[in-house]
């Protein structure tokens, strides 16, 4: 199938590459639809894969630190962890993701005007689908263990969610790939912060010690903490989003965005020579 750059140069910008993007949507799909078959090519048990890794990890986890947090019984303490690396694992995602996202589509762009925010949004689908998958294994933990909270307004929030995660990593992924093609050390940076930002949130360790005097900025300085919040609340705890939680996710992607805008714009179409 080929794909027709949209040079209608009567429409104004934006409403030109938003036709660049509808006309490059099945390439988008397809690099997805690749990303998915790709990363359990070969193996037995496929997407299995998938909801075993996440829930592996939790109970080991569970088992070790929780003979250190003894404020919640094992399979509590478990279904804690599983949603809160399953979250991790998509922020993580979108940054570890986002920083070849551009770069490892340069035979693309070298060839094509392909609107950049094709391969950067293939990168946020990805995580997004395998979020979707492995979000079933809280679900059938949580059901499996009796934790899983009853039906109510609150599972509302569920799709929600999906709708915040996507908006706030497609402004992670657009910074870190723009970045990513200037500046090759900030690999090896990134994964120091993300390691850093694994400790200092509550991915494993209890959400009350984040209500401490000396670590309640954490709450504001780090997204990741109403990140988990905002998913842990409607799918194990059986309630609605905090306020404060939704505002710093706001303003964190308001934020993000602008960022991501102001850094597109200034890179343009020339940090294709950079691939």
């Excluded at 690099?31 to 894969?49: A, E, M, N, P």
């Amino acid at each position: 199938m080929s794909f027709v750059n949209v040079q209608d140069r009567k429409l104004p910008f934006i409403f030109r590459y938003l036709a660049d993007l509808l006309a490059y949507r099945h390439l988008c799909w397809s690099l997805v639809q690749g990303d998915l078959k790709s990363r359990f090519r070969r193996t037995k048990l496929g997407y299995l894969w998938a909801l075993l890794q996440p829930l592996a990890f939790a109970l080991m986890i569970a088992f070790v630190w929780g003979n250190i947090h003894k404020s919640l019984s094992f399979w509590e303490f478990a279904l804690y962890v599983l949603a809160g690396s399953v979250m991790f694992e998509a922020f993580s995602a979108f940054v570890q993701g986002g920083q070849d996202s551009l770069s490892s589509a340069g035979g693309y762009l070298r060839q094509a005007r392909i609107p950049l925010f094709i391969f950067q949004l293939r990168t946020v689908l990805t995580a997004t689908l395998f979020f979707l998958i492995e979000s079933v294994a809280v679900v059938m933990f949580g059901v499996a263990t009796g934790e899983f909270p009853a039906p109510g307004l609150h599972l509302l929030l569920l799709p929600a969610y999906l709708g915040v995660l996507i908006v706030f990593g497609s402004a992670v992924v657009i910074v870190v790939s723009v970045a990513g093609t200037q500046f090759r050390d900030l690999r090896h940076i990134l994964g120091l912060v993300m390691r850093a930002l694994f400790l200092v949130s509550p991915v494993m360790m209890p959400r009350e010690i984040f209500n401490e005097p000396q670590l309640k900025f954490m709450e504001f300085a780090n997204p990741l903490v109403p990140l988990l919040d905002m998913y842990r609340d409607p799918m194990i705890y059986g309630r609605m989003w905090d306020p404060q939680d939704v505002i710093v996710i706001a303003i964190w992607t308001a934020a993000l965005w602008m960022l991501a805008m102001i850094a597109a714009a200034s890179a343009g179409r020339k940090l294709v020579f950079a691939l």
